[in-house]
């Protein structure tokens, strides 16, 4: 049986890891400067959003579903279904949920990674992380089907999409936010 579940659990799960994700910001900008801090702890929450929004059932506790009793009994690799038309978020469509969900980790990625001269092959590496996140959620889904989910292979096509789109907007982003600056100079210190 599955204990926990519904929209309040992934909001209280989101708040928690963000109120974390925030001491981590403030203990790391000590050391590497305000703004990459910043990113890397906003990127980690975003990972830990989408972790609690794709793996924590979103109607309650669904008890027990044993895995012949659920909906679908496979993996769906029909492009763009079984898809519903729509979600509790967004009117648009779930897919445009699952677009939108993977576009702030696609930015935060370039943002914590453009640091470093690297950058140029470690973005892309990043981005096929964020492909095999979704496809690690995609298998989970599948796998517990106390999770009440089904497993799509449209979901894993749509993560990326937004996880490209991300990328995009962070590379748009990195000169304004210059991650490889550590901060303002400290006044020096007088005995």
């Given at each position: 049986?599955?204990p926990?579940?519904?929209?309040g ?11 974390l ?5 403030t203990?790391?900008a000590?050391?590497?400067g ?17 972790g ?10 669904p008890?027990?579903?044993?895995a012949?009793?659920r909906?679908?009994n496979?993996c769906?690799?029909?492009y763009?279904?079984?898809?519903p038309?729509?979600?509790?978020v ?15 980790s696609?930015?935060?990625?370039v943002?914590v ?12 590496l ?11 959620i ?7 089907s ?5 497993c ?25 936010v210059r ?13």
């Open positions: 049986m599955f926990v579940g519904g929209v659990v992934m909001l209280v799960g989101i708040a928690v890891t963000g109120l994700c925030a001491g981590l910001a203990v790391l000590r050391r590497t305000g703004s990459w801090a910043w990113s890397l702890a906003l990127l980690l929450w975003s990972l830990a959003a989408i609690f929004v794709t793996l924590i059932p979103a109607d309650g506790s008890g027990v579903v044993y012949d009793q909906y679908y496979s769906s690799f029909d763009g279904g079984p898809a038309e729509g979600f509790w967004l009117s648009g469509g779930q897919r445009l949920l699952n677009v939108l969900v993977f576009v702030p696609g930015a935060l990625l943002l990674l453009g640091r470093w001269r690297s950058a140029w092959w470690t973005v892309p990043g981005l096929l992380g964020l492909g095999l996140v979704s496809v690690g995609e298998a989970t889904q599948q796998v517990l106390r999770l009440d989910r089904s799509d292979v449209t979901d894993v096509v749509d993560n990326l999409t937004g996880a490209g789109l991300g990328v995009a907007v962070g590379l748009a982003l990195l000169p304004l991650p490889w600056r550590r901060g303002r100079p400290r006044p020096p210190q007088q005995s």
